[in-house]
């Protein structure tokens, strides 16, 4: 029998990583004597996970459609391996390698690589303009607009000039309606001044939706409509929220409709129950807690002012019409008197003026005391007493008169002090009585003091009201 031949001695072979370069590792952490047979077999290791490493990260290479590996896809890889990642390396700023000059020295060396760092001059550093850095991001407050006037600060936009030109607004109209002839030409500057001015403006563009709410709207609360639609669409009013954008155009049609049904000089029925529709517009209007009608406070006033105080309203309207002016005035005045606390000595002098006024009719005296009324127990002592507001209207009323401004000036009196559920009639007879008769004449004038005679504790409280607050 042939004798078996002595098995080969078993050789490591060993990848691009090197058992050498194992040993220096070992040696560093303080192992010296490290056998050939440990370093080959953890350099195959080593070996064998730069692979698996290398392979998870063209698989990312791969899917982010590239063809070069960066340090994000080295960190991808290590993540899904349950690796920690590397840190410091950003794949924005990939480093650059320069390979070293051979050794002469050490002829069996491979290549050397290294990072290659910018060398900063510092002569050219120290001559280059300083960059100082911006403020941090911060927020302050500021005041887009007072009682509707935008304040010239730099945090808002600059005020848009008011400059018209003359020649385009001078022009004739149009008898057929069309558009005016195209005006003359303008230099460049002129043009482009205004089309910065275009540019400045904001269009508020309302939405097919809100378009088609309005045209229903107005559509349902004028007559001849049907009760039940006006009552909807008031209450619409009163209570839906996102009205805002409409508000402008509602104040509009309030207003325009107001000045069509008094433009005339005697109103008909019609234009009496169109005016008690608009006056129910805007109380419903000022019901709605989440419009903000403060900037257009100025537009309302005149239509409820309007239909208060104007001398010749449809008879059988008149006096429901004034009443519901004066407490939408009052609720105006109740919500925004101290947001504008000069807003109630204005509607006071307006109300005055037209009560006292020697060329006002009897229709506008009666709806400035029932605005009066309207405002309160303070507003009828200054204007009816302390104006003398109350002897105008009896001395132009004759005697046993009656009717709205006499029943209009007893409301008044009424909310000065109330009448007594037992009247007891003054005495003439008697010295005290006639001493409070005498006051009265003084103080209401001669018709009225009259109408008091029959309710003593009545003229008596008025009169201690008065003395009281004054």
């Known amino acids: 029998m042939s004798k078996p ?17 194992v040993r220096d590792v070992a040696e560093s952490l303080g192992i010296a004597n490290l056998s050939e047979t440990v370093a080959s077999s953890l350099a195959s290791d080593v070996e064998y996970r730069i692979h698996q490493v290398i392979e998870e990260a063209s698989r990312f290479m791969r899917h982010a459609r590239r063809t070069t590996i960066t340090t994000s896809d080295i960190d991808q890889a290590l993540r899904v391996l349950n690796i920690e990642p590397l840190y410091g390396h950003n794949p924005h700023n990939p480093p650059v390698f320069r390979r070293a000059l051979p050794f002469p020295n050490a002829a069996n060396v491979g290549p050397v690589y290294f990072v290659d760092d910018e060398e900063i001059d510092f002569d050219r550093v120290l001559r280059e303009e300083k960059i100082t850095l911006p403020k941090g991001v911060s927020w302050t407050a500021h005041w887009l607009a007072v009682e509707g006037v935008q304040p010239l600060i730099p945090e808002n936009p600059p005020a848009i000039p008011k400059d018209v030109d003359q020649e385009i607004t001078k022009s004739p109209p149009q008898a057929n309606g069309a558009f005016p002839l195209t005006p003359p030409s303008e230099s460049r500057s002129t043009v482009k001044k205004q089309q910065q001015q275009q540019q400045q403006l904001v269009k508020q563009v309302l939405s097919r939706e809100l378009q088609l709410y309005y045209t229903r709207l107005t559509a349902s609360l004028l007559p001849p409509t049907d009760s039940t639609k006006r009552t909807a669409a008031l209450a619409s009013l009163r209570n839906d929220a996102g009205l805002q954008a409409l508000l402008p155009y509602l104040i509009r049609w309030v207003g325009e409709g107001v000045v069509t049904a008094l433009k005339e000089g005697a109103q008909t029925e019609a234009d009496g129950r169109s005016l008690e529709v608009l006056l129910d517009v805007v109380s419903a209007i000022l019901e709605n807690n989440t419009l903000f009608i403060e900037p257009y406070l100025h537009q309302l006033l005149p239509a409820i002012l309007s239909t208060l ?10 006096t429901h019409l004034r009443t519901s002016a004066a407490q939408t005035l009052s609720r105006l005045l109740t919500q925004h008197s101290t947001t504008y606390p000069s807003l109630s000595p204005r509607i006071m002098k307006t109300l005055l003026v037209a009560l006292i006024s020697s060329d006002k009719s009897k229709g506008t005296r009666e709806g400035a005391i029932r605005g009066l009324v309207g405002i309160g127990k303070e507003a009828v002592r200054k204007g009816l007493v302390e104006g003398g507001g109350v002897k105008v209207v009896g001395s132009e009323c004759a005697p046993g008169e009656t009717g709205p ?22 005495d003439a007879t008697d010295d005290g009585d006639t001493v409070t008769i005498g006051q009265l004449q003084d103080v209401l004038g001669n018709f009225f003091a009259e109408k008091l005679y029959g309710d003593k504790s009545w003229a008596l409280g008025i009169l201690s009201s008065i003395k009281q607050q004054s």
Not at 5 to 21: E, L, M, P, R, V
Not at 405 to 426: G, I, N, R, Y
């Open 405 to 426: 401004l006499v029943d209009s000036v007893m409301t008044a009196l009424h909310v000065l002090h109330p009448a007594s559920d037992m009247p007891e009639s003054l």
């Open 309 to 318: 105080l104007h001398s010749t309203l449809p008879p059988s309207h008149a």
């Open 5 to 21: 031949k002595a098995k080969a001695a078993q050789t490591h072979q060993t990848g691009i990583y090197k058992s050498d370069s």
